[in-house]
């Protein structure tokens, strides 16, 4: 006996049917129309790249989470991958700058909404295969391009309907800064920062012993630290200290700059300093911010600036920023979607006999012709009633009927699916009288 | 030294930059309107699915196509595979009909665009990443729904804009009729259809010497077969020669009613019975087609009635009937996409100097949030001469300038791009001048 799961998609995957399907893509043709507004133009990479432009990029763990694929026919007994699943798609967008360079603008201003594949453990909200929301700007070193990174993805979480969010901002020069006015070595400071990160998840008090253990601060260093970056007027306290240390007013800079710059474009209440955002990703040299929303635990969006890593991916050494929505956390807040429930067709055209057929086809290529999505009965039953039953289950707003009688007086019957209501229409006119009250209705 | 290939997509695939990307996504949506207006709904299945779900489906020489996912942590050593990409969009159509079958309308019609992937051999025109484009019908047996799908193909050929293209029509029930007349085998008939099969790559005698040496049949009934078949009065004669079998004449019939039903929606010179169209894949059942086109080899789009195959792929056993669009090999032909540059942005925003930049990213939101498509210049370069070739290279159709004398005044510079006339318009005023006169030059 067949199991019930043997039909499932592969673990960790997805079948979206018409209604979950096009919820989705109405989600990316607002993003995508956003991002154009500002100048973003799309580009496609492959599902697949060669191995070598992947492995190496993604850390340790990240490598180990690259679906590969095996080499083919007489290779394939080797048991080796020579090709691999996208991981991101930021590491093509590097390969990609690499190849085009020249033929590209200057800065490059490119999204891309696709998916990308990690061997992660499948659970609740993660998944093998999602879709991920990217925009970035290669070839600007501009404070303008953050800016425009943080605006365009506020425009696209407003766009979208995200009810209540908020951007969270820092720069890793002041993050550094602050290390600074604490004297800690240089040496020690990215350690710091991998804990100072867990602030959101662990204990002031936990935080502080990993500081003092697992990363060579001085108890008095590390409890200064977690103090600043917690206390109530954490944002004034830090400002304070990093008045000491130029790598840290020089970040204070950034984000200030960055606030100003959008200061009449994004709400004063979603966007803030906020000194204690880390962001794991050691890449990041300048800017870096993170969306959060009520309710949704980690971050719905985020980025910053990465100078230097479109060169370490193989590309043009290059100033570089950018950001990514979290569309699959995002697109669970937007409940409007799936409310109504899917309709198939507007327009239900009856078969009522053999005779009738090739009139039911024409009248039907009429009514889409003028742009109505329209169904003829498919079935081989000519009962009245189960053909009713058909054009009720598909979501049918109005039903043509065209029987024997119909073809005689040559017109057709309009029923109105909710009302019950019918009239006679002359044939000719089938179309043109749907569509108005298609239009109407809808 | 990096070899200048080392930034290429893997072999056999493409990266699509914004210009073609953009050609293709339009042709997709207007494929994706057509197939919509006969209440066919989209399904998306995700790129890989079990290994033994697509094994043994495409036959031999199918399987070794296949790009097999490798397993992954401690299993990754045993070079085996698990998971495989889907090779085509049937077999993931047969899954899901499976999983969701009582979820689902029916009968249930559904359209998929979406890539696939296959180990071939990579050419001129052949990838390992190509999008296919299906419409199927799971679940009639009406031969409406033969013609349905017909009539979305050319819907959607004549929405493209395809200029000339043609339908050959036949069944494999003439075909067998037509073995029937001339008392071939049972046994020999899989045989002898893939041999006449190549008749229209092979002369007519080397046909004939296939079917004797290769295939097993008398000289003088492979003669008969192949002169009924290439004769100029081929629909005739083969007309006349089935009338000696049942199954050939129920062929005639599913063909003819198939001509009847479409003959007030597709003009008689785009389609037509043609008894030497054999179709390569055996497992097709009764009507089948292909769409040829004047210069295109091969075909650009085909598909026919397949009436086991979704049992025999793992779902409930149901009639079937679909249709494909070579689309790789249809974009080609439609020519007028790239001839436009692909502008990335129709205002250019100039930011001269610091001061002004808050107000210039303002006004570049007003102007976006009119719907114009924008960019802020974010190059370091405060010279007007590099913004205006800027400007000029994004194809930005205006350029609002704004320095420090329209700060004192309250105003911007608004520059056409084509004539370089100049005008003053208040700041407040900007979006709403340059919505109305994009609007106009567009």
Redesign the interface.
């Known amino acids: 006996m067949a199991s019930s799961k043997?039909?499932?998609?592969?673990s960790g995957?997805?079948?979206?049917?018409?209604a979950e399907?096009?919820g989705r893509?109405r989600a990316f043709a607002i993003i995508r129309t956003v991002f154009?507004?500002?100048?973003f133009?799309?580009?496609?990479?492959?599902?697949?790249?060669?191995l070598d432009v992947l492995t190496g990029k993604y850390g340790d763990e990240g490598d180990?989470?690259i679906?590969?694929?095996?080499r083919?026919?007489e290779h394939?007994?080797?048991?080796?991958?020579d090709?691999a699943?996208r991981y991101d798609l930021t590491v093509p967008l590097a390969?990609?700058a690499?190849?085009?360079g020249s033929?590209?603008?200057s800065?490059y201003?490119?999204y891309a909404i696709a998916?990308v594949?990690r061997?992660d453990r499948p659970g609740k909200g993660r998944f093998r295969?999602f879709v991920q929301c990217d925009l970035d700007?290669v070839g600007?070193?501009?404070p303008?391009?953050d800016?425009?990174v943080v605006?365009a993805l506020h425009?696209a979480l407003d766009a979208l309907g995200v009810p209540e969010f908020r951007f969270l901002v820092n720069s890793r020069h002041a993050l550094f800064g602050l290390l600074e006015a604490y004297e800690v070595p240089d040496e020690l400071g990215s350690g710091a920062l991998i804990t100072l990160d867990k602030l959101d998840k662990l204990s002031p008090e936990a935080v502080v012993s990993e500081l003092v253990s697992g990363r060579g601060l001085s108890r008095k260093t590390a409890q200064g630290l977690v103090d600043d970056l917690t206390a109530p007027d954490s944002v004034e306290r830090v400002r304070a200290r990093l008045k000491s240390s130029e790598t840290g007013q020089a970040g204070l800079a950034e984000v200030d700059q960055l606030l100003?710059?959008?200061?009449?474009?994004i709400p004063a209440e979603r966007i803030g300093f906020t000194p204690n955002l880390v962001r794991g990703l050691d890449y990041y040299t300048g800017v870096i911010f993170e969306v959060v929303a009520p309710g949704v635990p980690g971050s719905i969006a985020s980025g910053g600036r990465y100078d230097g890593l479109i060169g370490r991916l193989?590309?043009k050494d290059s100033p570089a920023c950018g950001g990514s929505l979290g569309i699959e956390r995002i697109l669970p807040l937007l409940s409007q979607a799936e409310e109504t429930p899917?309709a198939?067709?507007e327009v239900a055209v009856t078969?009522m006999g053999e005779e009738q057929?090739?009139d039911s086809?024409?009248v039907a290529?009429e009514i889409?012709r003028a742009?109505?999505?329209?169904?003829?009965?498919?079935?081989?039953s000519g009962k009245f009633a189960k053909q009713m039953k058909w054009a009720s289950?598909?979501g049918a707003r109005f039903c043509v009927i065209y029987g024997a009688a119909e073809r005689e007086a040559g017109t057709v019957t309009l029923r109105d699916m909710v009302s019950g209501e019918q009239v006679q229409v002359p044939f000719d006119q089938a179309a043109e009288e749907l569509s108005r009250r298609c239009a109407q209705s809808s």
């Open positions: 043997q039909f499932d998609p592969a995957t997805r079948d979206f049917l018409a399907y096009e893509e154009a507004r500002y100048g133009q799309p580009l496609q990479t492959p599902a697949f790249e060669r180990k989470l679906f590969k694929i095996l083919r026919g394939e007994a080797t048991g080796e991958a090709l699943l390969r990609a690499a190849a085009y033929q590209l603008p800065p201003k490119r998916p594949w061997a295969e700007i600007s070193s501009s303008l391009s800016a425009e605006v425009d100003e710059l959008t200061k009449d474009t193989g590309g899917y198939q067709i078969v057929a090739t086809f024409r290529a889409r742009g109505v999505r329209t169904g003829v009965y498919l079935g081989s289950d598909q």
